[in-house]
């Protein structure tokens, strides 16, 4: 046996063959080490040796023998936190904290030098999250955390109640667990865009040592769903099967094949012999809509025709009149690219039976409830016979928002009676994971002289791919709040989702409107530019205003109304900073050009469709709390603020809540943490759970002291009845004697929706020889309502206005006939530190009426304006209108190259 | 990962023989490329020889003024180092213009040299590619290859290699010695050490069976202003579209070598004699055989315009 010395333990064990120091470490259950990508790009699995910090994934298991190995579990000394442990703590530099660990290892390395040269010394880990601004702040020594007051919790920046357990390496996500007789699963992906399964051949595979089954669409239920988790499953089409006998995109699932290891699984999956017949495929959404292109689905999935998955078609007033009204007009097509949520934790689930005879699925999901009924369909089980929960998840943006990973290792689970583990590659989420939609928007645009909006004509083709998870809903926001945000009196829209051959789209943060707002917000740049009025002028003019109809192109009534109304103040706030200026210059030299751009973008706070929450709340013997919702955390903080919004219901501090969440088995129902509803639908839950709570005590209170209901109020931890206060625990202890509980729950449904802005402004330089794009001043106001933690709200927006960077400037899912190209994180380049700018976060003073405690949805929408208000800006610079994103280097430098 | 056995070499000479005795071994030293290829199953050696333990990471002033630096120097500490800074800032700064911090802590100079191209069609074991698996054709000819090589490709292989440390060794000169399984050793140029595609991309340097890289020598200092620019898609962390390593004399002459743009770093002599005339003249001497494809023709005016960005700040 050799020796290893990790975190001052010595261990005797033997790597596997050519195992890494990262297995090797988790296999020996130091989970503190993470997995982002396996390949040495991400560095959430950074450990030191010797002191030195490395990239586990690439270092080779037996090379840590007999050297001293450090995990983030090691690096506190004597239960006292490490200084950079304080100070993460401190900054709250994480968010869903996935990469904290490594990102921590990494800057308690650090010298001076490496300090103050960040852009190079943290190249090696990322984060998708924070947009590293709370990790600049931890670097710098800033404290972003306000004590917990009772009475005051609302509106203060309470640290994440987990953030001890995430900074060192005790926090247990999805697949930090250890369980005897674990199997693991691998799927073999399809290299066929679109091909028929003639036949499989699994002798090969079955006889690899380790290998235990090996499934294939003969085994699974032939059983059509959607992968797309929504309430009312209607919303997506019923297209899919668990494993399918033809391959409709390149990497789609084949085969699943179940090994006492990760290894012998996908040793297993390269000794399958598959016999394809390889049919014509079709990419691109347009050919897709031809006569005679390659049918994506045959009789078992209605379309509405050919390709054509859903259309989408409106008008409001009279298109045709609003142009001649118009005295200027813009007309471009502008396309957006397909980009990747990049969740640092990859999808992974595990599934087993517990003593108690029932099935447990342990995943990584924003919807475990969603999850749940979708499995007991396709599994012919009964709910209560099915139990779906999440350990901390590693974010999501939507990606988590699909159930892609759940189904299999519960089949495989139930066939082999033995826990089973699926844990995504990288390479997977890229190839089989879900995308943005693809959209080409084509846009046209007349005005008056004086900027008023006379017509609004848009026409949007989404590329749903082969798959419709998603489709229709992205679609219908896509024709919806971008359209809605201005005042028009004739509008007309046309959208259509269309199948194809490539990867399917799904959820993503910004869901559909992100690509119309990218379309309109350039073209009321382009239509200002042509009437000569100023860009934040025309938007002023034409937005919505209380009182319009909120309407894009059709003529129902919406639910959507303001409970508060921001933009004006926002636009105020963008447009001050911008010309205040933060004394960033623009590099020296004659090449760089300067330009400012601004765009906006509204959200109707919640998803149209049916959305529900459950909240449930207890008073504990000794006089705390106790709050259980069916919400997921992701990295979002909605744990925090559910605990911040019923502490200051109850007057109590946050750390009187005790709280647990996304559990079908202890939490009520919750239909999932997306659209931005952890705050408008399960924060809804809370608050009148909490106010049933206080209900609760009180009237009980009254009933004890025989003290009448209005003398009686709750004081911190006690209750207060005329002149008498009685502790909560004392309470508690006299409702037990007489059989009451002190328990409450209470649901939220979501109606009317109320309405949230963002608006974005830039200032960059653009280099004319290399088309280097640098960020000079990034302004950002939101209209959030009343934020709940001000703190994680301005995060939300930090890494929101990231990931729009992102989008802009440097991701992009390059495909060739269906086939990704880049389906590595070196090679599709989320923002790392020294590409994300810092942004400065303005909030706006309103406080809204609909949402709970004033507050409105602040997750979702940062990232729309982002990239519009950098093209706006670049065409401001160069005057030359860049409407396919993203902006890469080459692109901007050709066009800039044609001008003199 | 394939299994593989594994053993640690005591000394170059043994390494070598090592290799020599086992077709299919390879030599692992930082492994941060390697392993990642591995784990894919795009290399899968039947065994490893260890040769980090081979005492071959010290940095020595030579005989002639210049530097030896030892093949297991790690990018982290050559790049730091003093004379490196001094002397050879081509060579730092094309260093830190590559990967991160905890990949230079493990990655060596010789294996900075020999790392495999980055192109997507070798990494992806469902296409064909003539490196990976020879005579199964190239899909990146055809394909997306933004990225690939405009100038010195083949029929066979348009890959380009990958690193911004070998492009500073190639304008600095620098030579390699190595030690051949018999124990002979030799001394090859930079110049010579890569090959060009050809017929066979999968060879990609001239070294024999087992031959192994014991250290990197950069010739005494030859002064001037020493640059490199790397255009990226990103500031943080991407190989190069183009890069450019220059060193440029205070009377205009210099020299010039280009990484992203061929399967090595490219220089030619007849480049650099245009120095003095500037951009578009050393340009067109560098690119006078190209034959870019409708996705990578952008390199060549990028790397002119870089080029002539690079001379104007040598210029000060």
Known sequence: ?900 | MKPFTYERAGSPAEAAAAAARRPEAKFIAGGTNLLDLMKLQIETPAHLIDVNGLKLDTIEPTQEGGLRIGALVRNTDLAADERVRRDYGVLSRALLAGASGQLRNRATTAGNLLQRTRCPYFYDTNMACNKRRPGSGCSAIGGINRQHAVVGASEACIATHPSDMAVAMRVLDASIETVKPQGATRTISIAELHRLPGDTPNVETVLEAGELITAVTLPRPVGGSQQYRKVRDRASYAFALVSVAAIVQPDGSGRVALGGVAHKPWRLDAADAEMPRGAKAVAGKLFADAKPTEHNAFKLPLAERALASVLADARG
């Open chain 1, 1 to 900: 046996m050799s020796r290893y010395e990790i975190n001052g333990h010595l261990f005797a064990a033997e790597p596997k063959p050519g195992q890494c120091l990262r297995t090797f470490l988790r296999d020996l259950e130091v989970f503190g080490v993470k997995k982002g990508c396996d390949a040495g790009d991400c560095g959430a699995c950074t450990v030191w040796i010797d002191g030195k910090p490395f990239h586990s994934c690439l270092v080779p298991a037996f090379r840590a023998e007999g050297r001293k190995v450090t995990t983030i579990e090691g690096l506190a000394s004597s239960g006292e936190m490490h200084p950079v442990q304080k100070a993460f703590h401190d900054a709250q530099a994480f968010q869903c904290g996935y990469c904290a660990a490594g990102m921590v290892m990494t800057v308690a390395s650090m010298g001076a030098n490496q300090k103050a040269d960040l852009p190079h010394a943290l190249k090696g880990n990322l984060c998708r999250c924070t947009g590293y601004r709370s990790i600049t702040d931890a670097l710098n020594g800033k404290c972003n955390i306000e004590s917990d007051v009772a009475g005051k919790a609302c509106g203060a920046s309470l640290p994440n109640p987990f953030t001890d357990d995430i900074l060192t390496g005790k926090a247990r996500y999805t697949m930090d667990v250890a369980m005897p007789g674990m199997l693991h699963l691998k799927v073999l992906r399809s290299p066929h865009a679109h091909a028929r399964i003639v036949g499989i051949d699994r002798t090969a595979a079955l006889a690899v040592p380790g290998v235990v089954a090996v499934y294939t669409w003969e085994d699974v239920p032939r059983r059509l769903y959607s992968t797309a988790l929504h309430e009312d499953h209607l919303v997506d089409p019923d297209d899919t099967y668990m494993l399918d006998n033809v391959a409709r995109f390149a990497g789609q699932r084949v085969a699943a094949v179940v090994a006492e290891s990760e290894g012998a699984a996908e040793a297993g999956c390269r000794a399958i012999h598959v016999e394809y017949e390889v049919l014509p495929a079709v990419f691109d959404p347009v050919e897709a809509m031809e006569p005679g292109a390659p049918l994506l689905h045959d009789k078992d999935v209605l379309t509405k025709e050919g390709n054509v998955y859903c259309d989408l078609k409106g008008e409001i007033g009279n298109i045709a009149r609003g142009f001649e009204e118009a005295h200027a007009i813009h007309e471009l097509t502008y396309s957006t690219s397909r980009v990747q949520h990049v969740h640092l934790e990859t999808h992974g689930s595990i599934a087993w039976r517990g003593e108690d005879n029932r099935w447990h699925v342990r995943t990584s999901s924003q919807g475990p409830f969603a999850a749940q009924k979708k499995l007991c369909y396709l599994m012919g089980l009964k709910a209560r016979d099915l139990h779906v929960f999440t350990e901390r998840v590693g974010g999501g943006f939507g990606g988590k928002q699909e159930m892609i990973s759940e189904d299999l290792v519960l089949f495989a689970a139930m066939k082999l009676g033995r826990p089973v583990k699926w844990e995504w590659t990288r390479e997977d989420e890229f190839l089989g994971g879900t995308t943005r939609h693809q959209m080409t928007t084509h846009v046209k645009l007349g005005a008056r002289k004086d900027g008023t909006l006379t017509a609004m004509d848009v026409r949007v083709v989404s590329n749903t791919g082969a798959y419709g998870n998603h489709g229709s809903e992205t679609l219908a926001a896509a024709m919806g709040s971008p359209i809605a945000a201005y005042r028009c009196d004739n509008k007309r829209g046309a959208g259509y989702a269309v199948y194809t051959n490539m990867v399917p789209g799904g959820g993503f943060r910004g869901y559909g409107a992100s690509q119309t707002t990218f379309a309109i917000e350039c073209a009321i740049d382009e239509l200002a530019r042509l009437l000569a009025i100023d860009p934040m002028e025309m938007r002023r003019r034409n937005v919505v205003r209380p009182g319009d109809n909120i309407e894009s192109i059709w003529q129902e009534p919406s639910d959507a109304s303001f409970g508060s109304y921001g933009i004006l103040e926002c636009l105020e706030i963008v447009e001050r900073e911008l010309a205040k200026g933060n004394g960033v210059a623009k590099p020296g030299g004659d090449h760089w050009a300067e330009g400012t751009g601004v765009a906006l973008a509204m959200l109707e706070c919640g998803p149209p469709t049916e959305h529900r929450s459950g909240a449930e709340m207890r008073l504990l013997a000794d006089g705390t709390y106790h709050l259980a919702v069916g919400s997921s955390e992701m990295g979002n903080g909605i744990t925090t603020a559910h605990k911040q919004m019923a502490a200051a219901v109850l007057g109590v501090r946050a750390t009187d809540i005790a709280i647990i969440n996304a559990d079908t088995d202890r939490t009520p129902y919750d239909t999932g943490t997306f659209a931005s509803t952890g705050t408008v639908v399960a924060g809804k839950a809370v608050h009148i759970a909490a106010e049933a709570m206080r209900d609760d005590i009180l009237a009980f209170a009254s009933r004890h002291t025989g003290m009448d209901p209005v003398q009686c109020r709750l004081e911190n931890d006690a209750v207060v009845c005329g002149d008498k206060r009685i502790p909560l625990d004392a309470l508690h202890a006299a409702g037990a004697k007489t059989d009451h509980h002190f328990a409450v729950s209470r649901k939220a449904y979501l109606s009317p929706r109320t309405i949230a802005f963002n608006v974005q402004g830039v200032r960059l330089a653009v280099h004319r020889v290399t088309g280097e794009i640098r960020i000079l001043h990034s302004v950002h106001a939101a209209d959030i309502g009343r934020p709940i933690n001000p703190m994680q709200c301005r995060g939300q927006l930090d890494g929101a206005v990231a990931m729009g960077y992102g989008w802009a400037l440097t991701e992009n899912m390059v495909h060739e006939a269906g086939h990704m190209v880049n389906p590595q994180l070196r090679n599709y380049r989320i923002p790392a530190y020294a590409d994300t700018p810092h942004t400065d976060i303005f909030f706006a003073d309103t406080v809204d009426s609909i949402g709970p405690l004033g507050a409105k949805s602040q997750g979702e929408c940062g990232i729309n304006p982002v990239a519009p208000a950098v093209a706006n800006a670049l065409a401001d610079a160069t005057g030359i209108r860049f409407a396919h994103l993203p902006f890469t280097p080459d692109r901007i430098f050709a066009e800039l190259a044609e001008k003199p």
